[in-house]
């Protein structure tokens, strides 16, 4: 258990040892954010749900700090409540992870687990951590439909499928079907620098989950 968040083998080791420069940023972390998780961050949510969403990584004050994605940065401020306004989420967004919210058919991970610097993981950091999104994705049986929040997101969840990126491009608000008859809808990442520079607004953002639920049927 990490967070009060049970651990799968979709997940990875507490000592992920994969990526050598996020290890040495996580015991760098160590030292100077004691209070910190500091360590991989688990998926959050059940796996018998239609929807997985795929974030990028944990933000430093995020959920490096929380344990849970998406929890206490400025992307979770966005993502959780407009859960809770398209019955993807129950409860209340507490921005940390014991503030009792619970998610309702849908699943958030990430496509790297460990906060990279600067918040940008290399492309080898992405590949090492893919097979986790591989199993994640297998282990849910009745999965319908991925939002990828970001280009990092949708490409790793292409390759993840072992699909060619080219064939199914990333754009905001596109909605592909890939062969297996899994959705595959595309959001700009939920960052600070996209909701302050105007890329991503709210309305844009409500309106991919708004069309999930609707392709869902419920």
Same mark, same amino acid.
């Given at each position: 258990?990490?967070?009060?968040?049970?651990?799968?083998?979709?997940?990875?080791?507490?000592?992920?040892?994969?990526?050598?420069?996020?290890?040495?940023?996580?015991?760098?972390?160590?030292?100077?954010?004691?209070?910190?998780?500091?360590?991989?961050?688990?998926?959050?949510?059940?796996?018998?749900?239609?929807?997985?969403?795929? /974030?990028?990584?944990?933000?430093?004050?995020?959920?490096?700090?929380?344990?849970?994605?998406?929890?206490?940065?400025?992307?979770?401020?966005?993502?959780?409540?407009?859960?809770?306004?398209?019955?993807?989420?129950?409860?209340?967004?507490?921005?940390?992870?014991?503030?009792?919210?619970?998610?309702?058919?849908?699943?958030?991970?990430?496509?790297?687990?460990?906060?990279?610097?600067?918040?940008?993981?290399?492309?080898?950091?992405?590949?090492?951590?893919?097979?986790?999104?591989?199993?994640?994705?297998?282990?849910?049986?009745?999965?319908?439909?991925?939002?990828?929040?970001?280009?990092?997101?949708?490409?790793?969840?292409?390759?993840?499928?072992?699909?060619?990126?080219?064939?199914?491009?990333?754009?905001?608000?596109?909605?592909?079907?890939?062969?297996?008859?899994?959705?595959?809808?595309?959001?700009?990442?939920?960052?600070?620098?996209?909701?302050?520079? /105007?890329?991503?607004?709210?309305?844009?953002?409500?309106?991919?989950?708004?069309?999930?639920?609707?392709?869902?049927?419920?």
């Amino acid at each position: 258990m990490i967070g009060g968040l049970p651990r799968s083998s979709a997940e990875p080791e507490p000592e992920c040892p994969l990526c050598p420069r996020l290890v040495r940023f996580r015991e760098a972390n160590r030292d100077s954010l004691p209070g910190y998780h500091n360590g991989p961050v688990p998926s959050f949510g059940a796996t018998d749900v239609p929807v997985l969403i795929v /974030g990028l990584a944990p933000g430093l004050h995020g959920a490096n700090r929380s344990g849970r994605p998406f929890t206490g940065d400025h992307a979770g401020g966005l993502l959780y409540p407009t859960l809770l306004k398209f019955g993807f989420a129950q409860g209340t967004y507490g921005a940390e992870a014991d503030d009792g919210l619970r998610l309702t058919g849908c699943r958030i991970t990430n496509a790297v687990r460990c906060v990279p610097p600067e918040n940008k993981p290399t492309t080898g950091e992405i590949v090492a951590c893919r097979p986790f999104l591989t199993a994640e994705m297998d282990q849910m049986a009745g999965l319908r439909a991925i939002v990828a929040l970001g280009q990092v997101a949708h490409r790793a969840v292409l390759a993840a499928k072992a699909l060619v990126a080219a064939r199914w491009p990333f754009a905001h608000g596109t909605v592909h079907r890939l062969p297996d008859g899994l959705l595959l809808a595309d959001s700009y990442h939920c960052s600070r620098y996209n909701t302050n520079t /105007g890329k991503l607004t709210v309305p844009m953002f409500e309106a991919v989950f708004a069309e999930v639920r609707s392709q869902l049927g419920s």
